[in-house]
């Protein structure tokens, strides 16, 4: 933390940048940064820094920072802040068009309703009014599901209540916005409803005393449902640290912890609790949960393509409604949506390919789709193949081959593109002919097959063909009857050096299938010595036969084997002609291999660990809060772990020490013995004891008290001191 | 053990069977024996037993016993045993005929020399001495390269000379027979060879003594290689434990263990460290360590693949030779080794198929293969699908299309085959077919492709089909460019309740791959929905999202990906169109994976342990002989062995005790200090020390002597007791 005290806290040199101490304060943080361009606390302490200059200056950090920071709201809202004390007006909204609709806060949207009302003073002009009633509107609307909305509803119900009304008209059109906005609040599971709801019933009452029994009768269910769900909602985003700025994700248990907390948010907002009949509400609500969860973990990608498809079965859902406003929008926050993603990941294809596809749902024009995976091409330019690959079949599908094979020669002419294009080109060739040709007359199938052959070998030319390659281009040959080349091809293929042996495994198993199946004895037996001699390059456990392994797999077929399951297992068989097989196998899986065949074992029930519960060794900084016993840190209990927030700290108890073996015993003995009983016990002994008699005896009064507390709602609040003082203050804003 | 006592000893009853007290022994050592058919202690117990009645009973059970236990002497030896003792000559020589060739003991083959010598006495006619030599010899020529086969070529020898020879010819050729004997038995490795080669010396000496220097001279360099790699390979044949009765294996490491020592064996001798020139010789004797394996390990099915694949690799070796006879021979060999292994494997298809593959090998006639198919046909009932694909197959090759499609025929008739035969059928005729027509007319072609497919259309009619079957059909389908049928195929494998979610993933995963290649776009879309589905059904790890990995996948293409290889790991990516990425990953595959991207990650260097080092906890019953430390039990290391053997027990050892510090030190100290000194610092001490000093000097004195044996070669002998006693014994029998 010493790197974030600047160095000097003189106020004359606040607004010099120039000074040597302060120059190489800033530079060491840099540093810092460049290392680790996450490191949230150097990003706050230049903030503070640039919090203390003037904002002209420092425009270039504060932009760098929201570059940065794009999908959170706290750099947003210090620049705009600056700008705010600075007066600089139109920087602020433009700042403001930049973040307002992208980010889902509730601080940003409070921010920007405080800054149309104090740029248009209510009391100047109706238009002025008018504008801040739009600007809160917009606010409800972009962020009024939050459980924190509930300043903003707050100040927007002041502010209605604040403008003056001319005559009844006037004052009972406010009267009816300042309801809409009441009841849409009471319906919301916001934190702190109850007072809400309390305040609306005497709205209600003061301003429509002829029917406020019957409107908020009629109310109170959906505010019993939003109160009710507010309890479950408020402890899981408190849980969730909005405000924490994000960082990249490190795969750790912590932030897989944490994204599983957004996940019940999400799946409980897509429960619908709120029973919610309206879809497209639904729908935002939904929206808004998965939308807060890219604000604070804007680097899992996952949560950007979850938020998509969400958005797209919304567009189907409302397709299936016929309702094509509803799908048109939807599909354009999804669009806009990735179109977010994009800015932190201009340069991973995936985004625009999705985009790509949104357009083609919605039957865009061409040249739109071509614009998407043209700025895709521009900006993925470490390894194209697969943009331009589905660029081709995009046109193959969309428009016509023509289009298709000018992007394949265009992707050809560049120097990045790999040879998965070549295969997905030559198969798209043979297909699409095959297609559009009849199947009676099969001069085309051939010609197509030979241009697709002609693209496999002119890709065998220019690269050097990796396991893949081969693998689809023998089996093209095979199915295509070409028995000859396809031989060829597995025998270059088995002599290539970029191969491991793995793979050349592979295709020397592909190769023996087709053997047994149409080759001669000879051809067999030249492709088991192939097998034999890469069975014996292979790195196995020494428990494993290579050649017993290779034999018994030259007269597997399909899921056939000459022997049985037991006998395979007993050998520890590796299956050479099968991907999963041949990846190497840890001591673990052996040993718990050999376990299940311990236990399969009638002989010796010997008494095995269970190895479910077993929980590999892993160092933890700071075990508090965990239990240490030997084998690994476990968390306490759920029943001991609610005790321990219970119990008061061990520093606040000074005595009596009673005999805690005694207490144990009188606490076990409880139910047998009545209050009057443990006195009499307790005349006999001694004064500790005592005490304890007289402890039990009172705690049981205070449980009575308590109970009958609960059993008369008039008495419940007696002790609620929060209650006591929200009346107090009630009644002296009412003596007002 | 209780259980093998026998209830009575009582001789009266020995040959009475009807016992009810014996009867119920018998019954509960029978019981066990149902229960584990390989209870080595039941079946010695019921050896035991049979041993005192009269052989004509108990053939039952003898012949029970050497079913059992084919491979192994044991029983045999002692069956045999019994029958000679009873003098059942027929049955002996019966006996010995089943057993003699099969089995690698060199107990058997003395116990028959010694029969052939008793029912042959030497002394009665040339003929019984010529075939008591002709026993002999195949004896040699069977078990002579036995590191144990001392005895027999001593008893050999010792007939030959007790064969009166009659003038000087005669006499001659004994000794030129004698000398082939001795030549022979000091070539091979044998345990106490150098006695053997004393007593060879001392022959020539006597019996060539012209030449008998320069005679042993030019022997002695085969002596002196077999002498030392006699050296290696004593140690490793105890260690085998030949005479251990075989048992089932039960895939445990102690098993793996005692494997990894006849692998051990089998390569000592492939590295022919006795420097032999004749490839067959050579042979042999890998075969003879092969054989001994599976005397032993008849259970473990890669030891007989290895075994007929070194027989194999000899036959292409003896080919390349142009060794015609010896080619056969081999071959022979291989096809008898395989015999044996149905004799314990007969319901496994394995050993026919090999036996078939070499019959192929050496051309044999088509009805000689056709007879073992059959014969495999007769035994393997269970599935007898993968003996009927390769007797079709087979027929394909070796006669014509007819042949293989009576036996699809046949195949078709039996209630148990499955339907990857129609598969291979339906494949079989496509590629004949098409490798028969030329490839410029392609209207064969088409009929081939309609014959498969009605052939696949058959197996769906007839079977649940598995997803093996349909993924090779749907991609069949597609290379035929039947893309209709090929969708409607892959719906129906969706449908299907008879495949796993995964499976059907990756039916839907090939169906995506085609969609995206020549579909439009509305397939695309369907295929997506089934896969959502799907993945939805999935049981994955809670960090991995379905709907990410999904959507990912959908853009992948062989191997590319729209982001890169760290966002994959970032979010627990599943490939749901790769069966290995589908298979359920353990909670410390996890655990492994975030400790490499932990340790990837430069921030943090946390300390870590070394997973590589982890030995997962295994309860040992009896770890002694094992250095147990915290984290497991190890073995000692080699050194630590060593001296371990040495030393003799503690109990032995009463005194007197030195201080175990000042021994290390005067250890220690010892290269720089003479005994003189050592002595001189003894004065000093107490006695203790003072003895200590004095045993240091007396190990001295000790060393000294032992090298002064070492280098003067006529005193060596002084010392070895066994020398000494040999000596005056042939003093004593010169005497005589």
Redesign the interface.
């Known amino acids: 933390m010493r790197d974030f005290e600047r160095p000097t806290r003189d106020s004359a040199m606040m607004h010099n940048t120039n000074t040597p101490a302060l120059q190489s304060w800033v530079a060491k943080i840099e540093s810092r940064l460049k290392?680790?361009p996450h490191d949230a606390e150097a990003w706050l302490a230049l903030a503070r820094d640039a919090g203390n200059r003037p904002v002209d200056q420092m425009r270039t950090f504060w932009e760098r920072s929201v570059t940065h920071f794009p999908t959170h709201p706290y750099f947003w809202q210090l620049y705009i802040g600056r700008e705010i004390q600075a007066g600089h007006h139109e920087e602020v909204e433009k700042l403001f068009s930049r973040c307002l609709h992208k980010i889902p806060s509730v601080g940003l949207n409070l921010q920007h309703v405080r800054y149309v009302t104090q740029t248009n003073p209510p009391h100047f002009s109706v238009q002025n009014r008018e504008k801040i009633r739009e600007a809160y509107d917009q606010a409800v609307a972009r962020v009024g599901f939050d459980v924190e909305a509930g300043p903003l509803y707050h100040d927007y119900i002041t502010f209605l209540e604040s403008c003056e009304a001319v005559g009844p008209y006037a004052e009972q059109q406010r009267s009816a916005k300042m309801r809409e906005v009441w009841q849409k609040a009471v319906a919301v599971p916001l934190a702190g409803i109850e007072h809400m709801w309390k305040d609306y019933c005497q709205f209600e009452a003061t301003h429509f005393p002829a029917v406020h029994e019957k409107v908020t009768k009629d109310r109170s269910y959906e505010y019993i449902n939003a109160k009710k769900q507010g309890k479950a909602l408020v402890p899981l985003l408190q849980s969730l640290r909005r405000d924490k700025l994000p960082s990249r994700?490190?795969?750790?248990?912590e932030e897989?912890h944490q994204?599983?907390n957004w996940r019940k948010w999400i799946d409980f907002e897509r429960a619908n609790p709120l029973m919610i009949d309206d879809a497209n509400k639904l729908m935002r609500r939904i929206a808004y949960a998965y939308e807060n969860c890219l604000m604070c973990c804007p680097?899992?990608?996952?949560?950007w393509?979850?938020t998509?498809?969400h958005y797209r079965d919304a567009a189907d859902k409302a397709k299936a409604r016929s309702d094509q406003v509803a799908e048109r929008d939807i599909i354009d926050a999804a669009a806009y949506c990735m179109e977010r993603g994009i800015v932190l990941?201009p340069d991973?294809?995936?985004f625009y390919?999705?985009i790509a596809d949104l357009e083609?749902?919605r039957k865009s024009s061409p040249d739109r789709v071509k614009r998407i995976f043209d700025r895709c091409l521009g900006k993925v330019t470490e390894?194209p193949?697969?943009?331009y690959?589905?660029y081709m079949?995009w046109c193959?599908?969309?428009e016509t081959i023509k289009e298709a094979r000018a992007v394949f020669a265009r992707a050809r002419a560049e120097p990045n593109v790999?040879q998965?294009i070549y295969?997905?080109a030559a198969?798209?060739e043979y297909?699409?002919a095959?297609?559009q040709t009849c199947?009676t007359c099969?001069s085309k199938?051939?010609r197509a097959a030979e241009v697709a052959l002609r693209i496999f070998e002119l890709a065998c030319k220019k690269f050097v063909p990796?396991a893949?390659?081969y693998l689809?281009y023998v089996n093209?040959l095979?199915?295509q009857?070409?028995?000859i080349n396809a031989k060829i091809l597995v025998e270059k293929a088995l002599a290539a050096e970029s191969l491991t042996v793995q793979e050349k495994l592979i295709i020397a198993g592909k190769s023996l299938e087709?053997d047994?199946?149409?080759?001669?004895?000879e051809s067999i037996?030249k492709t088991e010595r192939s097998r034999a001699e890469l069975m014996a390059q292979l790195q196995l456990q020494?428990?494993t036969?290579p050649?017993?392994?290779r034999?018994?797999s030259r007269?597997?077929?399909?899921?056939?084997?000459?022997?049985?399951e037991a006998?395979l297992?007993?050998?520890?068989y590796v299956e050479s002609r099968d991907?999963?097989s041949l990846?190497p196998r840890t001591?673990?899986d052996l040993?718990k291999?050999?376990l299940v065949?311990?236990t399969a074992?009638?002989?010796k029930p010997?008494?095995?660990?269970d190895?479910n519960a077993?929980i590999?060794?892993?160092?933890r900084?700071n075990n508090r809060g965990f239990l240490a016993v030997p084998g690994g840190d476990y968390a306490f209990p759920e029943a001991i772990e609610q005790l321990k927030r219970l119990v008061p700290p061990p520093e606040s108890f000074a005595g009596p020490f009673p005999d805690v073996d005694q207490v144990i015993r009188l606490l076990l003995e409880e139910n047998a013995k009545s209050t009057v009983d443990l006195q009499k016990a307790a005349e006999g002994i001694d004064a500790g004891i005592r005490t304890i008699a007289q402890i039990v005896e009172m705690a049981d009064e205070a449980e009575t008290e308590r109970m009958r507390l609960e059993i008369d709602p008039e008495r419940r609040n007696e002790r609620d001191i929060y209650r006591l003082r929200q009346a107090k203050k009630l009644k002296v804003e009412g003596a007002e």
């Open positions: 290392i680790n994700p490190r795969t750790q248990e897989r994204i599983g680097y899992r990608i996952d949560i393509l979850e998509a498809a990941y991973r294809a995936l390919l999705i083609e749902y390894n193949t697969l943009a690959i589905h079949l193959r599908r969309a790999t998965e295969v997905a198969l798209m297909f699409t095959a297609v199947s099969s199938d051939k990796n893949a390659f689809t093209f095979v199915m009857n070409d028995q087709f047994t199946l149409y080759g001669d004895y037996q020494p428990s036969s050649v017993g392994s034999i018994i007269w597997n077929y399909l899921g056939l084997t000459p022997i049985n006998d297992k007993n050998i520890d991907p999963v990846t001591s673990f040993f291999d050999s065949s311990k074992d009638t002989k010997l008494a095995l660990p190895l077993m590999p060794f892993k160092p900084r």
